[in-house]
């Protein structure tokens, strides 16, 4: 007797919908059904508010494309690598600030009465308190002259920059500009002071020949997965303050546990992830009418649907 044996796909087909927040007017009119859209590598942009009345009356487009996946999460790790190959390429071609991972998400499994919703909305900005010891902390800076105006500089430009890389390779800049200036004051060679400031270890991690992060960035290598895990804007900048405590004013004025420092007026978001389901069993799941439900606060055309179990099987 022989037995055949038959292989089962058991992956499932997720309908993603991100949205892409860009200064980028998505104009391409090829498809009459659905204008200022297009596709490519199975993957449709398109803009999400626009008509030939009003133009384009948003910035913001939408992503969407079909995943075969194990489950949700494995579906929304395949397309996460889809968009971070084609949006780098679209932001050197568009010229135009694009930005979507931290922008509202729809995950419908296909045939579910369900989908999995990332709402995210902007915030206003949570402002820090400048008082005496501020003050005094300032008094005692300006009379220093050890550190040079070049790090004071990097370190406003990096403090206002928005964007992970960016503020890093200008907290590295500023940290040069440091111990390049200490080192002639000090009588210890510059890589002496950075292991100061930073300690030992992350020091290497940061500035070791070759495969240090700050040559990685400076040479087009980009983070890896030694960095993963690790959020290096807010250990360096815990190391820095702590130093010119220490070091510099010699007494505790700047504040050393504050919650997310280097706050921006932009970048402000709150949010989460929920179920959702229509109210009229008709209804399919599109992103721009939940946006429109959850931003008004309307529940017209869903609500959401509390199911814990769903997190395991969906």
Known sequence: MTFEFLKINMA??????????????????????RPASFKVEDTEFIHLDFNYCDGWTSHAWVASAIVEAENWN???????EKLSRLIPRISLIAQAYIEYLTEPLLIHKV??????????????????????NEKGALIKLLSDKEIPENFYYYWNDAVNAVGYSAKLLLMFSAIEALSRNLEMSSGKKF???????LGKDLAGEIFRQND??????????????????????????????????????????ICE????????????????????????????????DVLHDFDNNTGVKYERHIDDSLWAIY
Do not use: W
């Open 111 to 132: 045939g579910s009465e369900v989908a999995l919703f990332r709402y995210v909305k902007n915030i206003d900005p949570v402002g820090l308190m400048f008082m005496e």
């Open 191 to 197: 890589y002496e002071i950075r292991e100061d400031i």
């Open 12 to 33: 499932n087909q997720y309908k993603i919908d991100q949205k892409i927040l860009t200064l980028a007017e998505c104009a391409v009119m090829d498809n009459e059904d």
């Open 212 to 253: 240090g992060l700050r040559h990685r960035l400076s040479h087009g290598h980009y983070f890896d997965g030694r960095d993963n895990g690790k959020n290096y804007i807010e250990i360096i900048h815990q190391k820095i303050i702590q130093y010119f405590n220490a070091k510099i004013i010699k007494e505790s004025l």
């Open 74 to 80: 494995s579906a929304f790790s395949r397309f996460i």
């Open 257 to 288: 546990d504050v919650k997310h420092p280097q706050r921006n007026f932009f970048g402000n978001k709150e949010g989460g992830y929920t179920f959702i389901k229509t109210k009229d069993d008709g209804s399919e799941f599109n992103l721009k």
